[in-house]
């Protein structure tokens, strides 16, 4: 390989998050999907069907939510590719522990 040659790398990182506003995050993604330039008559389900699904499905819409793009976007001679995002419920206690973002 050369200095010069592009190289593929794939990042993998698992993000814990708390949700405190589950019906805030549902609506955000609902509004975002709304306002997407979709062809709905191009999908299996309709718009109004999809929003329902988002409303009832908060990992689905904590997902949708989701932009990978941004995690490298201020490092330089890196484009982003692709990526695939999911969320799921997860287990465990809430604790108090700050994050880096907020003191403590």
């Known amino acids: 390989m050369r200095d ?7 990042v993998y990182c698992r993000v ?31 718009l109004d069907e999809a929003a329902t699904a988002l409303r009832a499905d908060l990992p689905l819409a904590l997902a949708d939510l989701v932009d990978p793009e941004r ?4 490092v330089p001679g890196v484009r982003f590719r692709g990526a695939h995002c999911w969320a799921a419920p997860g287990a465990g206690q809430l604790t108090n522990r700050p994050s880096r973002d907020r003191p403590g």
């Open 71 to 74: 995690l490298l976007a201020d």
């Open 16 to 46: 814990e998050v708390v949700v405190d506003d589950p019906g805030a995050v549902t609506a955000l993604a609902e509004r975002q999907l709304r306002q997407a330039d979709i062809d709905w008559a191009d999908e299996a389900d309709t």
């Open 4 to 10: 010069d040659e592009p190289v593929v790398v794939h």
